[in-house]
């Protein structure tokens, strides 16, 4: 089979692939007109939204990504389990496609950089092909060595179709269409945003060799996550708003955590990090 089949394969498998992910903005539009526009719905899209994007930002980035804090095998395995229900792939893919990016950060080799192929490809184009499908073991080795975060990252998209039929056992096709569809595609551009806006606008207090940068929009909408210019300069940190004034959810909630000792040694910005600004 020749290099032209193998990409237009690649391409009708990247197509089919993404039908879900479409699917779900046609029925949050085809919803909304049909049923009109609610605030206690959207009250209900926005809890889950801020529910699994936790699991995202405290879950997938700083803990699996970037360990900037310990925990209990428990409490891993729910952070797990709480950013596999974001719908955006598994946790050991997730956290070793990441490390990856820090590595490599707007170079050729970043796969979802917008400084080397646009927008629209840093924002989805890249996680909606299947040329990046499979995980890189070798640079998740620290937590592939646990069976749990193994299975959640093999069958994530099993264990996604039973939380959206549990909402609708619970709530109807009401709870389902806010809680998932809605909060989900919500969640899925929210989180993007990192890929793609974080390195396009915005401030940039210190000199990374990428583009990324600070944007408090960004870190309201992320819980924390819009002060990328922070992150990229000093990654290892549990608080990525460096400063007071700027608001980071996902620490103040992993600040509380360890008070009652679920997480402990969150890994503070060094004040000569801090202050290279």
């Known amino acids: ?68 804090y310990k925990t209990s095998r428990f409490f891993q395995f729910l952070l797990a389990l709480l950013g596999t229900l974001a719908v955006q792939k598994g946790v050991l893919w997730w956290a070793a496609h990441h490390r990856a990016h820090h590595r490599y950060s707007d170079t050729e080799k970043d796969i979802h950089s917008p400084v080397q192929r646009g927008f629209w490809w840093s924002h989805l184009g890249w996680i909606l092909t299947t040329r990046y499908e499979a995980t890189d073991w070798s640079r998740i080795k620290d937590f592939s060595k646990y069976a749990e975060l193994r299975f959640l990252n093999r069958f994530e998209f099993p264990v996604v179709i039973a939380f959206a039929v549990s909402l609708f056992l619970v709530g109807g096709l009401p709870l389902i269409f806010w809680g998932f569809v809605v909060s989900t595609v919500l969640l899925w551009h929210g989180t993007f945003c990192i890929n793609s806006l974080a390195h396009l606008m915005g401030r940039r207090p210190y000199p990374t060799k990428d583009g990324s940068r600070n944007s408090m929009f960004l870190a309201l909408i992320t819980m924390g996550e819009g002060w990328h210019n922070n992150h990229h300069h000093y990654q290892y940190s549990a608080r990525q708003g460096f400063l007071w004034w700027q608001i980071d959810m996902s620490y103040y909630i992993l600040k509380l955590l360890s008070f009652v000792g679920v997480v402990w040694d969150l890994k503070p910005a060094p004040a000569r990090e801090v202050k290279g600004a």
């Open 1 to 68: 089979m020749s290099e032209t089949d193998l990409g237009r394969r690649s391409d009708i498998r990247s197509w089919l692939s993404s039908i879900p992910f479409w699917g779900c903005h046609v029925v949050a539009a085809v919803g909304l007109v049909y049923w009109g526009w609610s605030w206690v719905g959207f009250g209900v899209a926005l809890i889950f939204y801020y529910l699994r994007m936790f699991g995202i930002t405290a879950g997938y980035h700083r803990y699996f990504a970037h360990r900037s």
